[in-house]
């Protein structure tokens, strides 16, 4: 490893009298990828203002190169070189893949207007340095999410980047995508920069983590090379406690809750098969455009499938829009939590009761009453950090948020809970505490079906699964005995 590029000592920070850190220590040094873990709420995003200037330390100190650095503003931290990836990418979508990478090297040097034939040029070496090939002519919303991170890398590069830190940058990403983004950093780190990564998914950190910073409660809790730590201490480390990495694998039941028998959606899947009995949670799986979500919207109504039937509880129903799914004790919780799953500015008992507010309507009043004691009661049952119902929703964690939309749909009493993606952006303990939640609500006679590309998730919380390939169901088996390796050959075909 290199010299020490970023050394942190006793960094704390309080808002409004609330510690966010206290006393976190960190080093990262040049042609190192250092990964910086910790749970939401850990203080994670506050070291990360602290490091490019945005937020001052209450106490601390910071040396850059060796060189104690006092009151760093964002605009010194960039001279400096360090350079922020967040989740949104900070990119204008309106402009060109070269306008965008060449743009804050216009700001920093001062430049009146933007030199097309520059930037054009900026763009093509700054590609060229990670092996990236984007057309620098075309608009970055027609970019998918893996390229915008590219032309946000590149951005930094001829920034002159000497640690480049990313902020959660896998979440919207495909496994391909990932190791994609891997390879890019590994020509970054052997060019000699310090790399910081935020992220709490350990397959993930394994693959490119030199150095591993686990950080709880705004502490230090660990630190060292990757190689110190196993799944059962890096999970202690980050949580707090200890969570069982087993299977779920419930008694065979004969008592059927869901029967599909060619189900059909035009251009989206064809002619699939499944039963769902107590007990059983049902993962549905396969590469992005396989069907796999389609098959979702359909059971809940948003895209109604052409053809097929579909049985519940014995029972056949049709399902030809959400007040029929709804109607028929079906609930969905969405891939995308923040703009499907939830409404942000409202309370977190206006969330809860979204989906069965008709059960508080007396003599034609609402009773607000019964909503609060209820959200109240959600809150506890399952495990939701939160003073009280009051509170916007959008001040929970992503994990706790996660645990509201299922709480939502829990209160309509369902049949029928099918989730997408249920776990994305969680952290490890809200994610074991979730799947806890889904295998008792099954083990009650609840039919839980998952929809995600999380292999683990998959092979330790569905005794059953699904792959989608092509609209079409390729396989359908038991998890008993499956690995990972042995998941992703059938996915990919191998």
């Known amino acids: ?25 960190l080093e990262v040094r040049k042609g190192e990828i250092h990964c910086l873990a910790g749970e939401n709420g850990c203080g994670k995003s506050t070291l990360i203002k602290i490091i490019s200037g945005v937020h001052q330390a209450s106490e601390g100190k910071i040396y850059i190169e060796g060189k104690e650095t006092r009151h760093l503003t964002p605009i010194e931290a960039i001279r400096a070189g360090i350079q922020v990836i967040y989740q949104d990418f900070a990119v204008f979508p309106n402009l060109t893949v070269a306008e965008n990478i060449a743009m804050n090297n216009a700001l920093m040097t001062g430049a009146k207007r933007m030199n097309w034939k520059k930037a054009r040029r ?22 998918s999410i893996a390229n915008k991170q590219i032309v946000a890398i590149c951005r930094a590069i001829i920034n002159d980047a000497k640690l480049l830190i990313l902020d959660e ?3 919207a990403l495909t496994k391909k995508e990932v190791d ?25 950190i394994y693959e490119i983590a030199d150095q591993l910073t686990i950080v709880r409660n705004g502490v230090n809790v660990a630190n060292g090379p990757i190689t110190e730590f196993d799944r059962a201490r890096f999970v202690k480390n980050l949580t707090g406690r200890d969570i069982s990495g087993s299977t779920y694998r419930p008694e065979e039941s004969e008592k059927e809750i ?82 499907q799953g939830l409404f942000l500015d409202r309370s977190i008992r206006d969330n809860t009761v979204a989906a069965s507010i008709e059960k508080y309507f007396k003599k034609g009043k609402i009773d607000y009453s019964r909503m609060y004691e209820d ?34 749909w ?9 989730l997408n993606g249920p776990t994305v952006g969680v952290d490890i303990g809200a994610k074991a505490d979730i799947h806890q939640i889904l295998h008792d609500l099954a083990q009650k006679g609840v039919g839980i079906i998952i929809i995600s590309d999380d292999l683990s998730e998959l092979i330790q919380n569905c005794n059953k699964l699904i792959i989608m390939k092509n609209g079409k169901c390729s396989e359908m088996m038991d998890t008993v005995g499956l690995t990972e390796t042995e998941l992703a050959g059938l996915l990919s075909g191998m």
């Open 1 to 25: 490893m290199g010299e020490v590029f970023l050394k942190l000592e006793g960094i704390k920070k309080s808002f409004d009298g609330v510690k966010a850190l206290n006393g976190v220590d």
């Open 122 to 143: 900026l763009a093509v070496e700054a590609m060229e340095q990670i092996g990236a090939n984007i057309d620098p002519d075309i608009k970055l919303e027609r970019l």
């Open 169 to 171: 940058p896998t979440t």
């Open 180 to 204: 994609k983004l891997n390879i890019i950093l590994r020509r970054l780190k052997a060019k000699g920069m310090a790399i910081l990564i935020v992220n709490h998914k350990l397959d993930e």
């Open 258 to 339: 869901l029967r599909v028998e060619n189900f059909t959606k035009k251009g989206a899947f064809e002619n699939v098969n499944f039963v769902l009995k107590q007990g059983d949670v049902l993962g549905i799986t396969g590469l992005l455009g396989s069907g796999r979500s389609e098959i979702g919207d359909a059971l809940f109504g948003i895209a109604p499938a052409d053809s097929g039937k579909v049985y519940l509880s014995g029972k056949e129903i049709k399902i030809e829009s959400v007040e029929d799914a709804m109607k028929n004790k079906i609930g969905y919780v969405p891939e995308d939590r923040l703009t």
């Open 375 to 408: 959200t109240k009661d959600w809150i506890k049952k399952i495990g939701c950090n939160a003073p009280s119902p009051a509170p916007m929703i959008r001040t929970l964690s992503g994990g706790n948020a996660q645990k509201m939309v299922i709480a939502k």
């Open 410 to 418: 829990l209160n309509t009493d369902p049949q029928l809970l099918i």
